[in-house]
């Protein structure tokens, strides 16, 4: 999930963001936000921030773990906010969702990272992880 710097609630998101990192899978041991599973952050309504997300499979059996979690962390964060959490299945979730650290951390092999090095004249190398 990408938060625009014209967001009016950026910092407040960035914010939230930083938090639900600190939410792990207790199945992958990998944060949610690595896993793709947070698709928005909602700071419109004064007292509530409402976090939509999905969970991997309907059927998962830390859902509940999770989402607990999420409430958790948000609540450090903002103590006086009440926080929704609103479970989605559109878009469905899958594999593709997981960001590059994310794949690193359960082991899945990430394609190629390119990078641009001045010294080398505008030539752009790809590096095998």
Known sequence: MGIS???PFY???QIAMNALYRVVDPELFVNIVDLGLVYGLDFAREKTIEVTMTLSTPYC???EAITTGVRN???VEYPTKEID???VWEPKW???RISDEGKRQLGIRVETE???SPASSGKTYSSRI
Do not use: A, N, Q, W
């Open 73 to 75: 962390v948000l609540s």
């Open 61 to 63: 059996p830390m859902g």
């Open 85 to 87: 959490v609103r479970i």
């Open 94 to 96: 899958d594999h593709t």
């Open 114 to 116: 390119s990078f641009y």
């Open 11 to 13: 910092e407040e998101k």
């Open 5 to 7: 710097i014209t967001d």
